[in-house]
């Protein structure tokens, strides 16, 4: 699943795509995955987007009035497999094969929306599960939780919200209602960099290791967006190119091999239905 870095990744090539084109037309081939309706957006002009945790957001204004009083938002969430690629136009080659599409053509048999602009470019949405969806609002359609990236991510609040609950920390790590964008990648990382074993119970963090944490979570989204995600499943940047981050992960998919720090073999383990990542020995309970 696309987490905050690879969100974020998307958000700064798309503003650089797409902002200030209009939509022509939507083309809606699998219905459950648009909520809305489809012509309350063409002819509209996207002149931002926005992320909150894992969710993007175009803000749009009537192309022609510009009523900067009267916006509406196409919001996208990505889920497990979701895929946004960018085109210059209909039927464009791309130069690496992407991912559940069998070619390096789009549309693909995973192309489920299709939006087309004025000026005949095209972004593709495809998703090999289903799960992700577009849905048109009056206002942006934002999680609960805290964006790591936003001022309102301190080290008081992560401070509090630790100290609130005897829940192991990685799960709390997860709950997008407290920490939104944050998920199992990114986690386990932030974790091995703190040397929290995922297992300890949040409230028995000390204030050293919280403040770790903190520090450790920053670290590893900032290291993320340097090499614009991870593309270890669905995920690639929408000009079909892979992101890096996959190159650096501290031990999160590294069962069995070294750990970076003391050589100790890393071990998986099944949390809360999700796997979890540790070195035994930096990370002892």
């Not at 939509?23 to 509209?44: H, L, M, P, S, Y």
């Not at 079909?240 to 190159?247: M, P």
Request: include cysteine; proline fraction near 4%; charged fraction near 25%.
């Amino acid at each position: 699943m696309p987490e905050l870095p690879e969100v974020e990744t998307i958000r700064r090539y798309l503003i650089k795509d797409i902002r200030d084109k209009t939509i022509k037309n939507i083309d809606i081939k699998v219905a459950k995955q648009f909520t809305g309706r489809k012509e309350d957006v063409i002819g509209k002009k996207i002149i931002d987007i926005q992320r909150k945790g894992k969710i993007l957001t175009f803000k749009l204004v009537n192309s022609l009035t510009r009523e900067l009083n009267n916006f509406l938002y196409l919001n996208i969430h990505l889920k497990l497999t979701g895929q946004l690629v960018f085109a210059k136009k209909i039927n464009h080659k791309y130069k690496t094969a992407i991912p559940h599409a069998n070619s390096n053509n789009l549309p693909a048999k995973t192309t489920h929306i299709i939006i087309y602009f004025t000026d005949n470019s095209v972004l593709y949405f495809n998703d090999l599960r289903k799960f992700g969806w577009m849905k048109i609002t009056n206002k942006p359609e934002q999680p609960k939780g805290i964006d790591i990236l936003s001022s309102d991510f301190t080290l008081k609040y992560l401070t509090d919200l630790t100290s609130s609950t005897s829940k192991p920390i990685k799960l709390l790590l997860l709950d997008q209602d407290k920490l939104a964008g944050l998920g199992n990648i990114y986690d386990n990382d932030a974790l091995f960099l703190a040397k929290i074993n995922p297992l300890k119970k949040s409230n028995s963090l000390s204030k050293n290791e919280q403040k770790k944490l903190f520090n450790s979570i920053k670290a590893v989204i900032e290291t993320g967006l340097k090499f614009n995600g991870a593309s270890d499943e669905s995920y690639i940047l929408p000009n079909a190119q892979s992101g890096k981050y996959q190159k650096h992960f501290q031990v999160y998919g590294r069962e069995k091999l070294p750990c970076l720090v003391c050589k100790t073999p890393i071990k998986r383990i099944k949390h809360g239905g999700r796997s979890s990542f540790y070195c035994p020995n930096c990370q002892k309970i």
